[in-house]
C-alpha cells in the first residue's frame, strides 16, 4: 500500500479505533460492534489467505443479505481479492456465465442456491472450494463458513493498492449478455465521500440495508453508512412489515429505495402505523405520489433524487424538493459533461450524453478492453444515458441513447437484447423486439412485440414461462402481444421506434 492510498479495511480499522463499543453490523439476533467486525475480517481474510485467495483473485458470493456477507467485503479488501456478488435472481445458465467470465477460486453460497451453483461450476475450473453462507455447517459439498476464519495470520499485514480491483458487479449487457464493471476501493471510497456529503449524520448514521447486496445501491449506500463510523442493519430480503419494525427499534436513519418498495411500506404500515420519526434520508428510484406520500409519516425525513451507474457510482443528486423531477446537480467529485453524437459538448438545455470524470469512475468492464476503450473514449466515461441541464445547474434525465436501449423495472437493469434472445430460443418465435411501457407498480415494465413462424402456435403465458425459465425472473415480459409483422427500416432491421410508437402502451 502506497503513502497516500487509503482503502476500506483502513476505513474499518480507524473505525474500531474510535468507536469500538458502537454497533456496526446488526442481523436478526446477531451484533458487532466495530472492534468485533474488524476481528471478524481480519480472521476470515487469514482463512481465504490459507484457501490460496490472494491479490487479485477472485470470490463469487451467491446469498442473500447477512452479516458474513459484509465481513467477506471486508476481508477481501485487507488481503486486496475482488468480490464478485452474483444476482441470485439468476438462472443457473446465467450464474454459469458470471462464474465463467470472472473464474473464482472460491465461491460463497446460501443453501437455497447450492445445487444452482454447484452444477453451473462445473463448468467452471477455475473453483477450488466451496463455503456455505448460511451457517447450516457443512451441506452438499459446501465446508461451514465458520471453517475458514482462523485466529493464525489473523493480525498479518497485506500491502494493498487502493486503485488495484475490489468488486465485480455484472450490469446488463448491451449484447445480450452481462458485463462485470470492476470498482476498485478507491473507487468506493469516493463514493462514500460523495454520498457522506449529503448527509449531516456522522457516527450516529443508522442504515437499513433492505436492498440486496449485489447491487451497488445497497454496496455504496452500506460503505458510506461504515465510512462515517455508523450502523448497517442487514435484512437478507425486503419484508415491508420486518423493515418498518426494525427502523423503529433500530432508530434508522437512512435507506435506498426502488419502486414499489415505498408503497409496500406504505400498505404495511397502514395495517400496522411503526414510529419513523428517526428517519433522515432515503434515496433511489420510485414515483413522486409514494414519495409524497411516505414523507407524510416520516416527518423528519427528505427524499434525494440523482442520476447513478454501477460504473460511476452517484453522478449527481440533491434534495428531490429543490427542484421536484430533476436528477439534482453533479455531486462533490463529478465533473459532468453533455455531448452529442460527435462528442461535442451541448449547450444548457439541449439534450446529450451524460459523461462523467471522477475518482468513482469504475476501472473497465471485465476482459472487454474494446468496450472499455469505447466507454472512456477522450478521457471520459460516456454513460450511454441522455440528459439536458438547466440553468442552475440541475440534471433532466431524458432517457437511453438507442443503441444502448435499457429498461428499469423495480431498479433492475434489462437490456432488450438479452430477452429478446431468450424469446428467440423458442422454436415457434420467428422475430420478437422488446420494449419498455409504463407501469404503475414496478414503474416500468417489459413488453414483447413478437412475430410466431409460419404454422406455429404459442400463448403470451407459455412465451412468459419460458422466458423465465431461461434467464432470471425479472426479466420476462410482462405483457406479450402477437403481430403478423413489425414495423422494419430500409436496410430491413427492426424499426424500435416504430414498436413504441406502435405497441408502447400496455
Not at 470498482?183 to 468506493?188: D, Y
Not at 407498480?441 to 409460419?454: G, N
Request: glycine letters at 10%; charged letters at 20%.
Amino acid at each position: 500500500m502506497g503513502l497516500r492510498d487509503f482503502t476500506i479495511y483502513d476505513v474499518i480499522c480507524r473505525n474500531a479505533m474510535l468507536y469500538p463499543g458502537a454497533d456496526a453490523v446488526v442481523f436478526g439476533e446477531r451484533r458487532m460492534n466495530h472492534a468485533q467486525y474488524k476481528r471478524a475480517c481480519d480472521r476470515c481474510a487469514a482463512g481465504l489467505t490459507r484457501a490460496g485467495v490472494g491479490i487479485g483473485d477472485r470470490i463469487a458470493v451467491v446469498a442473500h443479505n447477512s452479516d458474513r456477507f459484509l465481513v467477506l467485503y471486508g476481508a477481501v479488501a485487507k488481503i486486496g481479492a475482488i468480490v464478485v456478488p452474483v444476482n441470485w435472481r439468476f438462472q443457473q445458465d446465467e450464474i454459469r456465465y458470471v462464474l465463467a467470465d470472472c473464474t473464482p477460486k472460491v465461491v460463497f453460497a446460501g443453501s437455497e442456491y447450492h445445487a444452482s451453483v454447484t452444477a453451473a461450476a462445473g463448468q467452471v475450473d477455475s473453483i477450488q472450494a466451496f463455503y456455505n453462507m448460511s451457517g447450516d455447517g457443512e451441506a452438499d459439498g459446501f465446508e461451514a463458513f465458520d471453517t475458514l476464519l482462523s485466529d493464525e495470520g489473523a493480525d498479518r499485514h497485506v500491502d494493498v493498492d487502493g486503485d488495484t480491483g475490489y468488486v465485480v458487479i455484472h450490469t446488463a449487457a448491451v449484447g445480450g449478455y452481462p458485463r462485470g464493471a470492476l470498482l476498485s476501493q478507491t473507487n468506493i471510497i469516493a463514493g462514500n465521500l460523495m454520498a457522506m456529503t449529503r448527509s449531516d449524520q456522522g457516527e450516529e448514521e443508522c442504515h437499513l440495508c433492505l436492498l440486496p447486496l449485489f447491487h451497488i445501491a445497497a454496496l455504496s449506500r452500506t460503505m458510506a453508512v461504515m465510512h462515517q463510523g455508523g450502523k448497517n442493519v442487514i435484512t437478507a430480503r425486503f419484508d415491508a412489515a420486518a423493515s418498518l419494525d426494525l427502523i423503529a427499534q433500530e432508530r434508522v436513519t437512512t435507506f435506498g429505495s426502488f419502486a414499489p418498495v415505498l408503497k409496500m411500506l406504505l400498505d404495511a404500515h397502514a395495517r400496522k402505523p411503526a414510529d419513523l420519526s428517526s428517519l433522515r434520508s432515503i434515496s433511489g428510484l420510485e414515483d413522486p405520489q409514494s414519495v409524497a406520500a411516505f414523507l407524510k409519516i416520516a416527518p423528519n425525513a427528505s427524499f434525494y433524487s440523482g442520476f447513478a451507474q454501477t460504473e460511476a457510482m452517484g453522478v449527481t443528486g440533491s434534495n428531490a424538493a429543490e427542484k421536484p423531477g430533476s436528477a439534482g446537480r453533479p455531486s462533490m467529485l463529478s465533473r459532468v459533461l453533455l455531448v452529442d453524437d460527435e462528442d461535442r459538448p451541448v449547450p444548457v438545455g439541449q439534450a446529450g450524453e451524460i459523461c462523467v470524470r471522477s475518482p468513482a469512475v469504475f476501472l473497465g468492464y471485465w476482459g472487454l478492453a474494446e468496450e472499455t476503450a469505447q466507454a472512456f473514449r477522450n478521457g471520459w466515461h460516456h454513460t450511454g444515458d441522455l440528459g439536458r441541464f438547466d440553468a442552475d445547474g440541475y440534471l433532466w434525465y431524458v432517457g437511453r441513447k438507442a443503441q444502448k436501449e435499457l429498461i428499469k423495472p423495480g431498479g433492475e437493469n434489462v437490456y432488450p437484447a438479452e430477452v429478446e434472445r431468450a424469446i428467440l430460443s423458442h422454436g415457434a418465435v420467428g422475430e420478437a423486439c422488446v420494449i419498455g411501457v409504463p407501469d404503475a407498480e414496478w414503474r416500468e415494465a417489459i413488453k414483447a412485440v413478437c412475430v410466431l413462424k409460419p404454422g406455429a402456435e404459442l400463448t403470451a403465458q407459455a412465451l412468459i414461462d419460458h422466458v423465465a425459465a431461461s434467464i432470471a425472473r425479472y426479466k420476462k415480459p410482462k405483457h406479450v402481444v402477437f403481430v403478423a409483422e413489425l414495423p422494419k427500416t430500409k436496410d430491413g432491421a427492426v424499426d424500435r421506434a416504430a414498436v413504441k410508437e406502435q405497441y408502447g402502451g400496455k
